[in-house]
């Protein structure tokens, strides 16, 4: 038995498809294969059922790679002890992170990250919480950041920031003339809300404890998958969103005039970084935890844990 057969049979099992395993073990198909039959032959069980689609592993096989997962991440700890020892960090750190995050919190850190620790590399790929919580799962991210509390068995919760939820109107909307808003100044059909699937679609549903009408009369019904989106139509139509603090940071002059402060206390919006019960690369982690919260605006390092809207 060898590290690189557990390797592979984790591969294949977070995958459940022998070629795109072996592609991202970066060997060829019949050497993946082999060494699992190999392993098969060594124990005696049936790792994984080759005749279903996708893959699947036998009862025997689920056990097996469950505690496959627990060895490669004690090894991996193995390795993170000596870089501690040598004072050196280095290795690959994958982030999942949420689309409502990605353009706004990304530029802050990355390239301050990358400069402080240049023998880290980071992967960073976009998507939504129900795919990154079951990557985080299946060990093909290291760490998520999203909009917490999640409440996941298994999965620890580090908050890292508050952001203050903002309303963003059109001149032509009747709220425009408002200083403060409350949810129930909101016209539900009015409102421009970001396609199903967004943690973020859910937290305003809540916000303004919507059972959204349908559009009498209107002969246009529209949900966006971006915020930039959002912020478009609610500019050249009449209509309403609510954007996130620091999808707010980078507005021009004429576009803050159409921003509105909710009444204190305002919604907020718990942004956490998040890994598995499991995670190694702790050190890895903690250095991108300290990097993001150095670089968020003073403000809204300094927003407290009051009203957050829950998903």
């Given amino acids: 038995m060898t590290f690189i057969q557990l390797e592979y049979i984790v591969a294949i099992d977070t995958y459940r498809h022998f070629a ?41 096989g689920r056990e097996l ?48 990250f990358t400069a402080k620790y240049p023998l880290i590399k980071l992967v960073v790929n976009e998507m939504t919480t129900e795919t990154l919580v079951g990557r985080l ?27 203050e939820l ?27 809300l970001l396609e199903e699937g967004h943690c973020f679609r859910s937290q305003i549903v809540r916000l303004c404890e919507l ?13 966006a998958g971006s915020l930039e989106t959002l912020r478009r139509m609610v500019e050249l139509n009449d209509g309403i969103t609510i954007l996130p603090e620091l999808a707010a940071m980078d507005l021009t002059k004429k576009q803050t005039q159409l921003v509105r402060h909710f009444k204190r206390p305002a919604p907020m919006r718990e942004v956490s970084l998040v890994v598995h019960r499991d995670f190694v690369k702790q050190r890895l982690v903690q250095a991108l935890k300290e990097e993001i ?7 809204v390092r300094q927003n407290k844990n009051q009203n957050v809207v829950p998903i």
């Fill in 65 to 112: 790679i469950e505690q496959a997962r627990k060895i490669l991440a004690e090894k991996d700890i193995i390795q993170e002890i000596v870089q501690a020892k040598k004072g050196v960090l280095t290795g690959e750190l994958r982030i999942g992170i949420i689309p409502t995050l990605a353009p706004y919190l990304l530029p802050l850190f990355v390239q301050g």
């Fill in 166 to 192: 903002l309303v963003y109107v059109s001149r032509k909307n009747a709220a425009y003339k408002k200083t403060y808003m409350l949810a129930q100044d909101i016209d539900p059909n009015k409102l421009w």
């Fill in 293 to 299: 919260i150095q670089s968020i605006p003073e403000k």
């Fill in 211 to 223: 059972r959204k009408a349908s559009k009498e009369g209107s002969h246009f019904d529209y949900e």
């Fill in 137 to 163: 799962r299946e060990g093909r991210i290291d760490v998520g950041i999203l909009v917490t509390p999640l409440q996941e068995n298994g999965i620890r919760e580090h908050v890292l920031f508050y952001e």
């Fill in 20 to 60: 795109t395993a072996a592609a991202n073990c970066f060997v060829t198909q019949p050497t993946l294969s082999m060494q699992v039959q190999k392993l098969e032959e060594e124990l005696g069980v049936k790792i994984f059922d080759r005749s279903k689609q996708p893959v699947l592993p036998t009862e025997a």
